[in-house]
T-cell receptor, first 111, second 114 residues
Framework: DAGVIQSPRHEVTEMGQEVTLRCKPISGHNSLFWYRQTMMRGLELLIYFNNNVPIDDSGMPEDRFSAKMPNASFSTLKIQPSEPRDSAVYFC?????????FGPGTRLLVL | GNSVTQMEGPVTLSEEAFLTINCTYTATGYPSLFWYVQYPGEGLQLLLKATKADDKGSNKGFEATYRKETTSFHLEKGSVQVSDSAVYFCALLLPNFGNEKLTFGTGTRLTIIP
């Protein structure tokens, strides 16, 4: 199995630009999670989906962030407009039987 | 609410030393408990887990026992290696009504020196 796939692995953009992060979960996993990790705030859950439906988006920082899961094999996290404080590593994870499997992350730098 | 408290890091040990990373939890109910490990530049990966009281999870020489009486799940390894250098996260899951949301501790950075 290829594991959770994230793209891009690295993204550098300028403040105000739109950023789209992509995730392909492990086939057969019903739940998908988006996390953000920074030195200052640690690991934060942004949103999670079950069977493509958003279950808990209480961690989404503000309206600039949105996430979609149009089908079982694809999800996006969009930031529009991006700000320097959004710089972080964004992880996608999918789960089966209580175990979450993390992708390698997207390292985002907003200048 | 539910929470996980981990030993503050960073922790630095010599190779072959004994490792303990403390983890205690607060939960309303009967959680499953996990240790995840994050190697440099990678995502988190499951190290071990335990789903009920007195269960012991083990993997790669690491062990942790679910202690309900002390609400703890301390991670131990008898002889650490340089390759164990990573950040370790304790986490809990309350599997109520299909919930799959993990509550993580803040992580403990471990560095092993040769």
């Amino acid at each position: 199995d290829a594991g959770v796939i994230q793209s891009p692995r690295h993204e550098v953009t300028e403040m105000g630009q739109e950023v789209t992060l992509r995730c392909k979960p492990i086939s057969g996993h019903n739940s998908l999670f988006w996390y953000r990790q920074t030195m200052m705030r640690g690991l934060e859950l942004l949103i999670y989906f079950n069977n493509n439906v958003p279950i808990d988006d209480s961690g989404m920082p503000e309206d600039r962030f949105s996430a979609k899961m149009p089908n079982a094999s694809f999800s996006t996290l969009k930031i529009q407009p991006s700000e320097p404080r959004d710089s972080a590593v964004y992880f996608c994870a999918s789960s089966q039987q209580e175990t979450q499997y993390f992708g390698p992350g997207t390292r985002l730098l907003v200048l | 609410g539910n929470s996980v408290t981990q030993m503050e890091g960073p922790v630095t040990l010599s190779e072959e030393a004994f490792l303990t990373i403390n983890c205690t939890y607060t939960a309303t109910g009967y959680p499953s408990l996990f240790w995840y490990v994050q190697y440099p530049g990678e995502g988190l990966q499951l190290l071990l887990k335990a789903t009920k009281a007195d269960d012991k999870g083990s993997n790669k020489g690491f062990e942790a026992t679910y202690r309900k009486e002390t609400t703890s799940f301390h991670l131990e390894k008898g002889s650490v290696q340089v390759s164990d250098s990573a950040v370790y996260f304790c986490a809990l899951l309350l599997p109520n009504f299909g919930n799959e949301k993990l509550t993580f501790g803040t992580g403990t950075r471990l560095t092993i020196i040769p």
